[in-house]
């Protein structure tokens, strides 16, 4: 069955750097876009950054856009967001997810967390 | 790159529909039938419900059905109980790119 599984979270100082890695299974990753979503706690979902099946297009959401790199290794059937220069407002729950524009193969995994503080 | 719109939140009762609206542009609602739904339990990663704004994945229960006119999506929940209290939010592709996804700010909905 289809998996993904976030790692690389934990407690972090402001201004430290964390990379995320998301593996995935039981699908063609080489296949499919993947988005990174972030959840602060108490707050709605809001996608930080897409990254096209073969690595070569990349968007982010403006607020991150200095700070955040989606990558992936195909590879490896991984996808990866290396977060720079950390703020207390980036702690939140990262989930990576495919979340296609036709069908019902939805899939997200169960997040990783990151918390800022010092 | 603007939130989609929705009500902070909604309730009813068991047995009663209620519906949940989600407001975007013609850049994204409007303009394309790739809207999906979002089922969340607190600690639990989202469950799509509805995807191309009618469309049930099988398993989901047909109490969920979804719509759409002009710039606004819909979620109904017929026949309420209690194991849908949850978070709910929308999302839609967007004009911007090929790979964009907004998300509406979400609606919590309490079963009385």
């Known amino acids: 069955q289809v998996q993904l599984v976030e790692s690389g979270g934990g407690v972090v100082q402001p201004g430290r750097s964390l990379r995320l890695s998301c593996a995935a299974s039981?699908?063609?990753?080489?296949?499919?876009?993947m988005h990174w979503v972030r959840q602060a706690p108490g707050k709605g979902l809001e996608r930080v950054a897409v990254?096209?099946?073969?690595?070569?297009?990349?968007y982010y959401v403006d607020s991150v856009k200095d700070r955040f790199t989606i990558s992936r290794d195909n590879s490896k059937n991984t996808l990866y967001l290396q977060i720079d220069s950390l703020r207390p407002e980036d702690t939140a729950l990262f989930f990576c997810?495919?979340?296609?524009?036709?069908?019902?193969?939805?899939?997200w995994g169960q997040g990783t967390l990151v918390t800022v503080s010092s | 790159q603007s939130a989609l719109t929705q009500p902070a939140s909604v309730s009813g009762s068991p047995g009663q529909s209620i519906t949940i609206s989600c407001t975007g542009t013609?850049?994204?609602?409007?303009?394309?039938?790739?809207v999906s739904w979002y089922q969340q339990h607190p600690g639990k990663a989202p469950k799509v419900m509805i995807y191309?704004?009618?469309n049930r994945p099988s398993g989901v229960s047909n109490r969920f059905s979804g719509s759409k006119s002009g710039n606004t999506a819909s979620l109904t929940i017929s026949g309420l109980q209690a194991a849908d209290e949850a978070d709910y939010y929308c999302?839609?592709?967007?004009?911007?790119?090929?790979?964009?996804?907004?998300f509406g700010g979400g609606t919590k909905l309490t079963v009385l």
């Open positions: 999302s839609s592709y967007t004009s911007h790119n090929d790979l964009d996804v907004v």
């Open positions: 191309e704004v009618s």
């Open positions: 039981g699908f063609r990753f080489s296949g499919y876009a």
């Open positions: 997810a495919r979340i296609p524009k036709n069908g019902d193969q939805h899939y």
């Open positions: 990254v096209s099946y073969d690595g070569r297009q990349k």
């Open positions: 013609s850049s994204d609602v409007g303009g394309y039938n790739y």
